[in-house]
């Protein structure tokens, strides 16, 4: 499988001296690995061919390569490198305080991090002394006034909790190569902008007139997005957080039934309760990615942006070139007006994003089935 693939192959390289990312976050998902020196991508053919040209095209690397069986030697001779791929001994039956450990291990290697006072994962709470002990696990505040302990894997404990997760995404492989269609591309990248979700929302059905009623009951901070991210995570955000949010819980349920999720309980620095979450493994998304492709037109992620991206926005100039013909098209039909890269919105313009959502919706949405 890509991912016991992928540490042997960074690991030959760094015993070549040549410094390795791995895996390495692109503007979609991650690539398996990246060279520095070389300003060079490198991923995995592992399923879907297309993945690995999107993913390593959302990058600007100065050279890509899809490693399959066919060249992975040609690229090993190329770097002089030998790998050996060995199947990691499992154990038959371990006993419940190792399995203890390690689903611990994996739960805190997923979440993060969890509040030392509530913990309410059962096979934490009762090997915690014994990670600590072990020097798995340590106990840190955020806040320097009335600091609240929050638990999180030490380095040897994360490299520990990795190789338990690395085993559970291997055993499971069929499990999530039967979940990876084109719908679980869509929710899988947009669960690879933070690795997590939440119970939101729910719709129906997915016609025009049911997501017209449905995006008119969003408030304008459901509609705002993180434009940090490259327009197709933000827009597969937008869904889970949304429309396909009951998918997108569905299926992290599905992932935390195989020990690559959890959902845990959110506080701040100071331990107040925000609500409920589910946390992914990173490695579980990379294969739902890696297995599966969906297309979004850039028309749609064009206008997409062009409706969101002014809602925090005043000024639009890093998305005039690549939005203007929407831009154009929302100041044409009156709710805003463009001033060089300023833009003014007027009331109407939240009620004409809404609609023009739930027709860029419909039609993600249905070229999906």
């Known amino acids: ?15 070549s001296g040549v410094r390795v990312i791995t895996p390495y976050k692109v503007g979609i998902g991650w690539v398996d690995l990246a060279i520095p020196r070389k300003r060079m991508g490198v991923d995995i053919l592992d399923g879907s061919y297309e993945s690995c040209v999107e993913r390593l095209t959302s990058h600007p690397f100065r050279d ?17 490198v030998s790998i050996k791929v ?8 371990p006993t419940a305080y190792v399995k203890a450990i390690e689903d611990a291990l994996a739960y805190l290697y997923i979440t993060g991090e969890v509040y030392e006072k509530e913990i309410d994962y059962k096979p934490l709470n009762t090997t915690l002394p014994d990670l600590k002990r072990f020097g798995y696990a340590i106990s840190h505040s955020k806040p320097k006034l009335n600091p609240e302990m929050f638990v999180c894997l030490t380095h040897e404990g994360y490299k520990a909790a990795k190789k338990v997760v690395l085993r559970r995404v291997e055993m499971f492989e069929k499990r999530l190569r039967k979940l990876s ?3 679980g591309y869509i929710i899988a990248l947009g669960m690879s902008a933070g690795l997590k979700v939440s119970k939101a929302a729910e719709v129906d059905d997915y016609d025009l007139k049911s997501l017209l009623s449905f995006m008119r009951g969003l408030s304008e901070e ?6 940090s991210l490259h327009p197709k995570v933000a827009f597969c955000r937008f869904l889970i957080d949304t429309v396909l ?3 997108a819980v569905k299926l992290a349920k599905t992932l935390n039934k195989l020990g690559l999720a959890f959902k845990v309980r959110n506080y701040s620095p100071f331990g107040h309760y925000l609500g409920e979450e589910y946390r992914i493994a990173r490695e579980a998304v990379e294969a739902l990615l890696k297995f599966s ?8 992620l064009k206008e997409f942006l062009a409706l969101t991206y002014p809602l925090s926005h005043s000024d639009v100039y890093s998305i005039m070139s690549y939005s203007r013909e929407f831009l154009r098209n929302a100041e044409k039909s009156g709710v805003c007006r463009l001033d060089g890269s300023k833009i003014i919105l007027s009331d109407r313009f939240i009620d004409y994003a809404k609609v023009r959502l739930a027709m860029l919706v419909e039609k993600v949405i249905g070229d999906l089935s």
């Open 1 to 15: 499988m890509f991912l016991r693939l992928r540490e042997e192959i960074a690991k030959g390289l760094r015993s």
């Open 64 to 80: 890509v390569r899809i490693i399959d069986e066919n060249s992975l030697d040609e690229f090993c001779k190329e770097f002089g």
């Open 86 to 93: 060995d199947e990691e001994e499992m154990l038959d039956s």
């Open 181 to 183: 269609d084109p719908e």
């Open 222 to 227: 459901k509609i705002k997005i993180d434009t």
């Open 245 to 247: 949010n009951r998918k």
């Open 293 to 300: 492709y969906a297309e979004i037109p850039e028309n749609c």
